[in-house]
């Protein structure tokens, strides 16, 4: 069977992948104030984050429209598949199901599943390589959605952020609290719930600390490392997370491990040094 994996631009794809006929990426929209940016190969994430470290508010984004998703999904492919960034955290996955109505409305039956990611970044990058891996398989499509949302349920995604700002501009966080935190070097460590909203699982005074908790907290966390894959995506951190795969790679006897730059969505989420894993 032919198929299709559509990605909204929160998730990351490899090189390897973006050459793969298989996938597309479907772009979101950034606002700092109001310079808009599309999140795709145009995206400049140097530019972005000096426009966020100068603006008093905190950036926006907006998803992809239905009919954008509905274009997607016209296509020759048998099986289409869409994930998205977490329900709880953009409308992305609402616009996702809504253009596969369209779709069916307009142009008749196809199989199309519409994945709440309940992550963002390489988490969905994660769950896109999973659906790839079983329709090589050749698996049904049902088997293939129920596999995949078994998977969902076992992920587990995590990041540290090196600055509060974003979190005290959007009004997650008190200015007190985020002045506190910051003379205190004082680093959350941030997940997310079965649901898909974000949540701070612990803390540590400094990034290096901080990071090394979530390593720990995630390799605990994983049965079965040897068949599993561990990824990494970083917000204009190379070298903290090249560091922090060669610790994953001592910790843990993982199936692979691999590093990616933040694209824009993910940039916005991590901020400037943030580092996300997911497994």
Excluded: W
């Amino acid at each position: 069977m032919s198929y299709k994996i559509v990605v909204d631009s929160c998730g990351e794809l490899p090189e390897k992948l973006k050459g793969d006929g298989h996938f597309e990426s479907v772009p979101l929209e950034i606002f700092v104030d109001d310079y808009q940016m599309i999140d795709d190969a145009s995206f400049d994430q140097a530019e972005f984050l000096r426009r966020v470290r100068e603006s008093p508010n905190c950036p926006k984004s907006t998803c992809p429209s239905p009919e954008r998703y509905m274009e997607a999904y016209d296509c020759d492919a048998e099986h289409v598949y869409a994930v998205t960034l977490s329900a709880q955290l953009s409308g992305s996955c609402n616009s996702a199901q809504l253009g596969r109505k369209l779709y069916l409305e307009e142009k008749g039956e196809k199989d199309i599943y519409v994945f709440d990611s309940k992550s963002a970044s390489v988490g969905q990058t994660l769950i896109a390589m999973k659906i790839r891996e079983y329709e090589e398989e050749r698996l049904s499509f049902q088997e293939i959605v129920k596999r995949v949302e078994a998977y969902i349920e076992g992920m587990n995604t995590s990041f540290v952020l090196e600055t509060l700002e974003t979190l005290r501009k959007n009004g997650r966080l008190s200015s007190m609290k985020a002045f506190v935190a910051s003379a205190l070097n004082i680093k959350p460590v941030m997940g997310a719930t079965p649901e898909g909203s974000i949540c701070q699982l612990s803390q540590a005074r400094g990034m290096a600390r901080a990071i090394d908790k979530m390593i720990t907290d995630l390799v605990e966390k994983t049965r079965n490392p040897q068949e599993k894959i561990f990824a990494i995506s970083h917000c204009n951190a190379p070298k903290r997370a090249k560091e922090a795969a060669a610790k994953v790679k001592q910790m843990g006897n993982f199936k692979e491990v691999f590093v990616l730059d933040t694209a824009g969505i993910s940039s916005m989420y991590a901020s400037d040094g943030g580092i996300i894993m997911a497994v």
